[in-house]
């Protein structure tokens, strides 16, 4: 489908608007049974996510239409246990004039009251030009959304209209507010520009660029960057693009990390390592983090499992994009370590028998293993499904997905490579109705990818010495 502009800018102007389209859309194939999905048309990047009152707060950027990029709404999704959640509707709605073309990705706060939201308004003019803004919500405890009349603060003018992804830090040591933002000079390249001030919803300055020695030349455009304080560390994640990293075929759009120290009196970063991707796999992107409650040494992180440019089976369904599941952070030796949250057990349902070679829609596998590996899932007789291959002399693990019926983002290397730190010898596997996330030997590395088998395909082969367990997982998903 071709879409206008009036078609993707289209104003969302009651809930019963989407109704048929909601209702034909919870008919079609690849609806996901525990992770978040929209409710229609499109999901792109998690933002906001935040733990205040109980309750953990996780908000996506939605464009309710379709399966395109167009006016983007904030949509509000609740849990107590990071594993179930429950949809609340939209929260942020682009009905201002310093919005009037979407309310795009940010992050909260949560003060002694309630919950603020930082978003980026994203204003065109009658020409198209776009005018970014910084802007702030309140979103109270009986659920009412306050937005501010005024933005927090507009563009700057030494950098080009890529200025957005507001994420709010308060510094303790200074008692300071700080907002970075994503951005690009004039010279095309991706930069974090910073704001202070010493109240959260006022009087807000302009502080300077984030100096990050070492990667002045880092993609044109560095999207929902955010510094985390994890254990003794800082780190450093964002999403660079237009820029190829080894590894990772032809993408060109990345989300990593990089550890080290922020100092706020300079404004440098100084990093102590590379730059590394968040996931080895195909789709993810934009990920946030919220603070685990009452543990530093740890964050939680949920991502896009999308990518920006790339279209999917579903688009022709009228929907797109989900989010992945959260994941617990910690770091070990300089590199960050992505975990599935404890309490995803409690999703367990049935055990079933590996030698049946059947896989459903929606379970978890968890394999002991040792020396190489070579496993199919949702392959069959004339198909190889998803090969993943370990080879025990090199270390190296691959995820080749060319081998599934419905072939997607083609164009971007449909196989990833990762050389592991050490051998193989566990791996936990989460499949649902159209996505898959390999957790490799305890979080040392992570390969997510969506995933559109046909009916036949929900088998799975395993060549080699695995100890393993199978089970079906509940639903996990209030609408
Ligand atoms: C990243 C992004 C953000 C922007 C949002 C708009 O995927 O482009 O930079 O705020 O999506 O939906």
Known sequence: KEWTKEERYRVLKSADEIKPLYNRIQLTHYRQHFHIQPITGLLNDPNGFVYHDGKWHLFYQWCPWGAVHGLKYWYQTESKDLVHFENKGVCIKPDCEYDNKGAYSGSALVTEHSIYLYYTGNHRDEDWKRIPYTCLVNLRDDGSVHKYSK?????????????????????KETETYYIILGAQNKQKQGRIILYKSKYFNRDWVFAGELKVPGFEDFGDMWECPSIE???????????????KIKGRGDSIHHNGYLIGKMDYETLTFTPIGDFHVLDFGFDSYAAECAANIGNNDKAILVAWMGLPDASYPTDEDEWSGCLTMPRELTIRNRRLIQRPLDALKSLRHQEIDPDEGILPEACEIEMHTSGNLEMHLFNTPQTDGITILYEDDTKSITIDRSGMKKRFNKEQGEARTRQLDHPLTHLRLFIDTSSLEVYVNDGDALFTTRVFPEAEEHHFTLIGLADMKI???????KN
């Not at 933005?151 to 510094?171: A, C, M, S, V």
């Not at 304080?229 to 820029?243: E, S």
């Open 229 to 243: 304080h994890i254990g003794d560390h800082d780190v450093l994640i964002f999403c660079p693009q237009h820029i």
């Open 151 to 171: 933005p927090l603060f507009g563009p700057n003018d030494n950098y080009t209209e890529h200025q957005r992804d507001p994420k709010i830090i308060y510094h």
């Open 471 to 477: 089970w079906t997982l509940e639903d996990a998903m």
